[in-house]
């Protein structure tokens, strides 16, 4: 697992951004071998959509090519709720590029059998060949997706009944009102995730800094579904200096100095060492060889 500490929120979601601008550019795109993009909601990536829909408009990134699958999506809410993740989706981020509709992917709470719709997410994952990045936040109580404490690290997309510390932060979209909050969501797994080619989480904020302190110091465990990135041999963790407020200062530093050790060897600090050094010559991601530097030094 890989840290990046930046002071405020926007300066974490730039670097995201910078990074997904990057990885799709290097993998180049087409229709036939297009760029999976896993992707989340919630209030901490709004800044890294924002940043994505200018490095768009700026002409730096095209999203043509691009095949996206959200995480989750609450149960029972209708679809043009102006809370539901397809509205919070297209209102922040799809209608803003020039994705294909045919590419993007949400989970449908409203459908008649919800287990069937989680089982043909699962397929239409594997149909295009997996996630290459999943991006992701992380919820107070170290939850990925809608994967609550005491989800199964093996966990696939299914029906999830949200804990009550969920509702309560979640009623905040609500007006604050916690009966308004749907009590179920259809999520991608731990295991889902996990099966991506790279996951990217975000988070920034006091709220999150036990999680972020869970997630990073402590052992892999159910209660902290964010923690099961420890196993994940391509997984980065960006945060805000309010997100690390429980993290050893011995911890933080060693992150950040790793991070001077990768500036130090000539790469530029929105560069990942994977990409400046395991990208073949025609641009295209491949595995870092044996001794090759990695995010995981
Ligand atoms: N299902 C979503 C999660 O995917 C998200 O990570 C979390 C945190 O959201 P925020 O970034 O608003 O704190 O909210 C919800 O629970």
Not at 162 to 188: K, Y
Not at 201 to 207: D, E, L
Not at 208 to 223: D, T
Request: hydrophobic residues 40%.
């Amino acid at each position: 697992m890989r840290l990046i500490v930046r002071e405020r929120p926007e300066q974490a979601a730039q670097y995201i951004a910078a990074y997904i601008v990057k990885r799709i550019n290097a993998f180049s795109p087409t229709t036939e071998r297009p760029f999976v993009l896993g992707l989340p909601t919630g209030s901490s990536p709004l800044p890294i959509y924002q940043a994505l829909i200018a490095a768009y408009t700026r002409g730096e990134i095209s999203f043509q090519h691009v095949v996206t699958f959200n995480m989750d999506e609450y149960v029972g809410l209708p679809r043009d709720h102006p809370e539901s993740y397809h509205s919070f989706m297209y209102n922040n981020f799809f209608r803003h590029i020039n994705i294909d509709v045919k590419n993007v992917n949400l989970l449908d709470g409203n459908a008649t059998s919800l287990t069937e719709e989680c089982i043909a997410y699962e397929a239409k994952i594997k149909a295009v060949g997996g996630i290459e990045l999943f991006l992701g936040g992380v919820g107070s109580d170290g939850h990925i997706a809608f994967n609550e404490p005491g989800s199964s690290l093996a966990s696939r997309t299914r029906i999830k009944s949200l804990a009550h510390e969920t509702i309560i932060a979640n009623a905040r979209f609500f007006n604050g009102d916690i009966d308004a909050v749907p009590r179920m969501a259809l999520t991608v797994g731990v295991q889902t995730i996990m099966d991506a080619r790279e996951v990217v989480i975000i988070a920034t904020g006091v709220s999150k800094a036990l999680a972020i302190q869970q997630a990073v110091e402590g052992g892999i465990s159910h209660l902290c579904t964010l923690s099961a990135l420890q196993l994940h041999s391509s997984s980065m963790v960006v945060v805000d200096e309010d997100a690390t407020m429980e993290l050893k200062m011995k911890t933080v530093r060693y992150f950040t100095g790793v991070e001077r050790t990768i500036l130090s060897k000539g790469m530029s600090s929105e560069t990942p060492p994977s990409l400046t050094l395991a990208t073949s010559n025609d641009g295209t991601w491949r595995e870092p060889e044996d001794g090759e530097l990695t995010p995981d030094i």
